[in-house]
C-alpha cells in the first residue's frame, strides 16, 4: 500500500471540503505531503521495540502516514504505536480512513476527538516521537485557554508555541519532537519566556529553513517564514544539523555547525548557509550593545489615527515636524516631503502634545517595516533638527534617556544600520520581515570611537564598515 499518495489525496480532500473562515478560527494549516516527508526524515530511529508517536492536530494524518513510511521502509522491526489527537470532527472520517491505512501496514493507532490543550493537560502518557504542525492564532491574554496553559507553566503568546511546548512535556526522557512553525519564537521579548524554558528542556538536533515565503503553504495563501525545528529531551547536542531549500520540493543545502553557533542566551541563530556562518562570525568583532553604549531604543510615540486633532498639513505657530517612514528616501530624511499626502506637522500647543515629542536633538530612526522595492531589512536614516519633533509609531528611535544623541555618534549608527553586513546579520537572527526594538537592543555595534570613525568617513556604508571594521566587502542580499 502507497501510503503518501493516498494520505496527500485525503488532504487535497480534506481542504476541498473546509472553508477559509472555519480554517482561520482553529488556525488550521494542512501539512503537504513533501513537507510531512521532510519532517518524518529528521528523527533517529530505534532499529527494534515501540516507536511512541504523537500526532496532535493530525488533520488528515499526512505526518502520521509519512512517520509509518518511513519505519516501514527503514526499519521494518520496528513497531509504531500511533496516537492522533483532532478537534475538528469533520476531519475524523477522513483521519479515520488514514489511521486504517495505517493499521493494514502494521503499525498500531488511535484517534482521541478533542482539544489538544485539554487532552496534553489530563494524560499521564509520554512519547518517544512528537511530530506536528500547529495551528497557529494568536492565545488572547486572560482567556481560558492562557489561564489553562500558565496553570501547566506554558507562558506564550500564540497557540502553535503551546503546543510545542506541550509536546516537549509529554516526551519522554530522549525522545524527540519535530515541529513546523512560523520562524517568530527564535528571537524577540514576546516569545523568550517560551524560548528559554523550551531550551533548557530540549536540545535542538537538527533546524530546516525554506528560502521562500510563498511556496510551502502556498495553496493555503500562507506568507509567514516557516521552519522545522527537530529538538531532543535531555542534555544538548555538541552539533546541528542545519539544512535549507528553496521550497519543500528541492533537494536540502546541508552543514553541521556547533550548537553554540545557533542556540545563545538571547536567541536562535539560523545560519543555514556558509555565508549566514560567516556573518555571524564577522558580527563578533562588534561587541557593544546599545545598553554598553548607554543608549536606548524606543516606539514613536504617534499613532496618527489617534492623533488626528493635532495633525496638520501645512505649519503654524508651535507646530512640531511629524516624521513618517516615508520621510527616509535613499537613507536620509526628506521634511516635508512634497510627494507625501500625510499631514506633516503636529500642533505642540496643547498641553496633550508634550508626550508626543522628543526634544530637539540627533536621533536615529529606524524603519519597523520595510517596503518590498528596499533592498534592506533595515533602513535608518538621521534626524538632526533644533526643533521638537514627533515620530510616528511604525518608526524605533535610538535616543539617550530620552534626548538626542552627539551628532557624530549618531551618523555612525545609521552608517553601521544601513551597511550590507549588519543586514546579513539580522537576517540570520531575525525571521521577522520587520525590525523590532527588542531587536536592535538585542544587536551589536561597534565601540563609540568606531562609531565615531563610521560617522565622520564620508563613504557609503559598505565601504565605512569595511574600512574601518576589517574584513571582505559585501552587497546586498
Known amino acids: 500500500m502507497d501510503l503518501l499518495p493516498l494520505a496527500a489525496a485525503r488532504r487535497d480532500a480534506a481542504l476541498a471540503g473546509l472553508d477559509a473562515a472555519s480554517r482561520a478560527d482553529l488556525g488550521q494549516f494542512f501539512t503537504p505531503v513533501a513537507v510531512a516527508s521532510l519532517m518524518a526524515g529528521l528523527p533517529r ?40 489527537v483532532e478537534v475538528d470532527e ?15 501496514a502494521g503499525a498500531r493507532t488511535r484517534l482521541v476527538g478533542g482539544d489538544v490543550v485539554d487532552w496534553a493537560l489530563r494524560t ?90 510563498s511556496e510551502v503553504f502556498g495553496d493555503l495563501g500562507v506568507l509567514q517564514e516557516t521552519i522545522i525545528v527537530a529538538a531532543t529531551r535531555g542534555t544538548a547536542p555538541p552539533t546541528v544539523r542545519l539544512s535549507s531549500s528553496a521550497d519543500h520540493r528541492d533537494a536540502p543545502v546541508v552543514r553541521t555547525v556547533p550548537y553554540s553557533q545557533v542556540v545563545t542566551d538571547d536567541f536562535v541563530f539560523v545560519p543555514a548557509s556558509e555565508e549566514d556562518g560567516a556573518a555571524v562570525s564577522w558580527m563578533e568583532r562588534a561587541r557593544c550593545t546599545l545598553a554598553d553604549l548607554g543608549l536606548s531604543v524606543s516606539t514613536g510615540r504617534v499613532v496618527d489615527f489617534r492623533s488626528r486633532d493635532l495633525l496638520a498639513a501645512v505649519p503654524g505657530e508651535r507646530f512640531a515636524p511629524m516624521v513618517y517612514p516615508a520621510n527616509i528616501v535613499g537613507g536620509r530624511v526628506v ?40 533592498r ?16 510616528d509609531n511604525k518608526l524605533n528611535y535610538i535616543h539617550r534617556a530620552g534626548h538626542g544623541l552627539e551628532k557624530d555618534v549618531a551618523a555612525g549608527l545609521v552608517t553601521w544600520l544601513n551597511s550590507g553586513r549588519v543586514d546579513a546579520y ?13 531587536d536592535l537592543r538585542r544587536m551589536r555595534f561597534p565601540d563609540p570611537e568606531r562609531l565615531r570613525l563610521l560617522g565622520g568617513s564620508g563613504l557609503d556604508p559598505d565601504r565605512a564598515v569595511e574600512q574601518i571594521m576589517g574584513g571582505a566587502e559585501v552587497t546586498a542580499a
Open 335 to 374: 521634511h516635508p516631503r512634497g510627494a507625501l499626502r500625510k499631514p506633516q506637522w503636529l500642533n505642540a500647543a496643547p498641553a496633550r502634545s508634550s508626550g508626543l515629542l522628543v526634544p530637539a536633538g540627533a536621533y536615529v530612526l529606524v524603519k519597523r517595516f520595510s517596503a518590498k522595492e528596499e
Open 426 to 438: 539580522f537576517r540570520v537572527f531575525s525571521g521577522h520581515t520587520q525590525v523590532n526594538a527588542g
Open 90 to 104: 469533520r476531519l475524523h472520517g477522513v483521519l479515520s480512513r488514514t489511521l486504517g491505512d495505517l493499521e493494514a
Open 124 to 213: 499521564d502518557e509520554r512519547f518517544d516521537l512528537v511530530i506536528q504542525n500547529p495551528p497557529y492564532r494568536k492565545i488572547r491574554s486572560g482567556s481560558a485557554l492562557d489561564r489553562d496553559l500558565r496553570v501547566a507553566g506554558v507562558a506564550v503568546p500564540n497557540i502553535y508555541a503551546g503546543f510545542m511546548a506541550l509536546g516537549s512535556l509529554l516526551l519522554d526522557e530522549g525522545g524527540q519532537q519535530v515541529s513546523i512553525t512560523p520562524r517568530s519564537w527564535m528571537n524577540g521579548a514576546y516569545f523568550s519566556a517560551f524560548r528559554r524554558a523550551l531550551l533548557d528542556r530540549c536540545g535542538i538536533d537538527a533546524i530546516h529553513t525554506f528560502r521562500s515565503r
Open 45 to 84: 530511529l530505534p532499529r527494534t521495540g515501540v516507536l511512541r508517536v504523537l500526532d496532535p492536530g493530525a488533520g488528515s494524518g499526512v505526518l502520521s502516514a509519512a512517520v509509518v513510511d518511513r519505519v516501514r521502509r527503514e526499519a521494518p522491526d520496528l513497531e509504531v504505536a500511533l496516537t492522533a
Open 376 to 391: 534592506r531589512r533595515i533602513v535608518a536614516a538621521l534626524w538632526l533638527d533644533d526643533r521638537p519633533a514627533a515620530f
